[in-house]
């Protein structure tokens, strides 16, 4: 990773997120790692610090490879901008969710075997922990030898199943304009798009074998897997039975409620939360969160709604600060196995938001101990530390 790690250092006077409440205590942090003991002070008052954010499914980074879809650039410039957007808003393990499916374009196999080997390049540079989610469409059934392949060569450790083929059926037939629009965004002409359909149609017979071998591949080698818009509670059973027991985005409080009552985990969208509603008509992720059906949020398109959303949350009397926050860092942690990160815990990766308690921007961010981010009122207060400035000036 970019930068050079911080000398060690006491953050002090700010209100630290620790043991699931807010405490009037110092951080200390030394070598990349939270530590404990007397070290020089930077003093935070004013401040909150808050775990890191880690972000399980972001597709915003589209937008930086291709800001038009017909303008599309080199992957190292798309991954850096990408890379510095989820430092200055507190990200500290990212998720880019890359589509592996019929459809073609960004989203076919190819596409996705070139980011992989791009963000393998590019993350000896990164300044945030950035991994990539493969959304595998599940009527490509051909290519999960290629899948598996590409996932142990670029170590993936998150794959989530789509079913899209129904959506696109039903686009086709009801509202041919959203199809047309849809074949444009993938570069194509409607009766391509119509060709790849019906082609994904013709797998059907053997999807089902050939996700429960991918499946039984993944339990093998320590891939993390889920579904992705779960149409129903049937629908989160299926994927469930063949263990894929994340259960992101799904469409109504049935397929949630079928997730938890497996003990299923549920991630819904920031974007969501923020502006009340989702953009396509499906369930309100806080009404989910109000029945206590949603255990973690994820930017999905748009990285600055992932604190805006914790605050959303805190503003409408729907959590606490703490429980808010842990939607977007502890919680996920869990729900990946993160054990070194999602908590501000001796001995846990120096992973930090640091957030200005009046206006709530994030104003620093450390990812395992570098500073990644920083600006306003705290920058002058890290180059006030002596110790700060001498690492500034080497």
Request: glycine letters at 8%; one cysteine or more.
């Amino acid at each position: 990773m970019n930068a050079a790690k911080l000398p060690p250092l006491r953050l002090t006077g700010a209100e630290i997120l620790r043991d699931g409440e807010m405490q009037r205590r110092s951080v200390s942090l030394a070598e990349g790692r939270i530590t404990r003991g007397p070290l020089p002070e930077v003093d935070l008052s004013g401040y909150l610090i808050l775990p890191g954010i880690i972000d399980l499914h972001g597709d915003g980074f589209e937008h930086h490879l291709a800001p038009r879809p017909s303008a599309r650039l080199p992957h190292a410039m798309g991954l850096a901008s990408a890379d510095r957007e989820a430092a200055v808003h507190g990200v500290t393990t990212s998720y880019l969710a890359q589509g592996w499916s019929w459809e073609g374009a960004h989203r076919s196999p190819e596409a996705a075997e070139a980011l992989m080997a791009a963000l393998a390049a590019y993350r000896p540079q990164a300044l945030t922990d950035l991994r990539i989610q493969i959304r595998a469409e599940t009527h490509l059934p051909d290519c999960g030898p290629r899948l598996l392949a590409a996932v142990k060569r670029y170590g993936v450790d998150y794959v989530v199943f789509n079913d899209h083929l129904g959506e696109g059926l039903e686009m086709s037939a009801e509202n041919a304009d959203r199809f047309a629009l849809w074949a444009s965004k993938l570069g194509q002409k409607g009766d391509e798009l119509m060709a790849r359909v019906m082609a994904a149609k013709a797998h059907a017979p053997n999807v089902d074998a050939a996700l429960h071998q991918l499946a039984e591949s993944f339990d093998r080698i320590g891939v993390h897997y889920g579904s992705h818009d779960d149409a129903d509670g049937e629908q989160r059973e299926y994927f469930a039975r063949i263990g894929a027991r994340i259960a992101e985005f799904p469409l109504n409080a049935e397929a949630a409620g079928a997730a938890k009552s497996m003990m299923n985990p549920v991630i819904m969208g920031a974007p969501n939360v923020v502006r009340g509603g989702s953009q396509s008509g499906n369930i309100a992720a806080t009404d989910l969160v109000a029945a206590g059906l949603c255990d973690a949020l994820v930017s999905d398109y748009y990285v600055p709604t992932l604190a805006a959303a914790a605050w959303t949350l805190v503003d409408r009397g729907f959590l606490n600060l703490p429980k808010a926050w842990a939607m977007i860092s502890t919680n996920a942690a869990a729900i990946l196995h993160m054990a070194d990160r999602g908590r501000l815990e001796p001995g846990l990766r120096a992973d930090m938001a640091i957030v200005n308690a009046e206006t709530r921007a994030v104003e620093a961010t450390i990812c395992a101990g570098r500073l990644v981010h920083l600006s306003g009122e705290a920058a002058l207060r890290f180059l006030r530390a002596p110790q700060a400035m001498a690492m500034a000036a080497e």
